[in-house]
T-cell receptor
Framework: DSGVTQTPKHLITATGQRVTLRCSPR?????VYWYQQSLDQGLQFLIQ???????AKGNILERFSAQQFPDLHSELNLSSLELGDSALYFC??????????FGPGTRLTVL | DQQVKQNSPSLSVQEGRISILNCDYT??????FLWYKKYPAEGPTFLIS?????DKNEDGRFTVFLNKSAKHLSLHIVPSQPGDSAVYFC??????????????FGKGTLLTVNP
């Protein structure tokens, strides 16, 4: 158990819909990262938050957004969903070092 | 542009023998490297890491070697156990400056340890 929690574990929705994925980092970790794992692209960095502020953006679509709240939990919002958004979404957290610890992931299926 | 490459999609070894997983990178600004192990439907589990100022780091059965001049790192597992069977990801961070520690991952190598 990494100490990082993610909800829900599975999410099935339809094209055009909007969903919210939630992540709680390890106790004391200020950084939260979101990654997407799809079959053809592997694990891809989406976005990083540090203590409530956006720190870095990767290959994140404009339809996707995230935020980190004062209690340090983070939410990833995916809107206008397309079939190609079906993937595993992982959250990771870290302190000031480079080692990131990953949550169990949310499997999103868009039908 | 794949900056971290794991050229072997799969590797099969006998229990008790050594497993060697390889990883190459192209971005010379990477300064921290990690190996993760992943089972299906689970998140990646951190195994071991190495800073660019070192060339070897050891933790129990796991040793990571870094050859900066060749931009190559490898993970050695000795002795290999059936429970080690999983997908292993190489990851690298750095190269973006500041406090951005985003990880760039390879595509993974499926290790199968046969009893």
């Amino acid at each position: 158990d990494s100490g990082v929690t993610q909800t829900p574990k599975h999410l099935i929705t339809a094209t055009g819909q909007r969903v919210t994925l939630r992540c709680s980092p390890r106790s004391g970790d200020l950084s939260v990262y979101w990654y997407q794992q799809s079959l053809d692209q592997g694990l891809q960095f989406l976005i990083q938050y540090y203590n409530g502020e956006e720190r870095a953006k990767g290959n994140i679509l404009e339809r996707f957004s995230a935020q980190q709240f004062p209690d340090l939990h983070s939410e990833l919002n995916l809107s206008s969903l397309e079939l190609g958004d079906s993937a595993l979404y992982f959250c990771a957290s870290s302190r000031s070092t480079d080692t990131q610890y990953f949550g169990p992931g949310t499997r999103l299926t868009v039908l | 542009d794949q900056q971290v490459k794991q050229n072997s999609p799969s590797l099969s070894v006998q229990e008790g023998r050594i497993s060697i997983l390889n990883c190459d990178y192209t971005n010379s600004m990477f300064d921290y490297f990690l190996w993760y192990k992943k089972y299906p439907a689970e998140g990646p589990t951190f195994l071991i890491s190495i800073s660019s100022i070192k060339d070897k780091n050891e933790d129990g059965r796991f040793t990571v070697f870094l050859n900066k001049s060749a931009k190559h790192l490898s993970l050695h597992i000795v002795p290999s156990q059936p429970g080690d069977s999983a997908v292993y990801f190489c990851a690298a961070s750095g190269g973006s400056g500041g406090s951005n520690y985003k990880l760039t991952f390879g595509k993974g190598t499926l290790l199968t340890v046969n009893p």
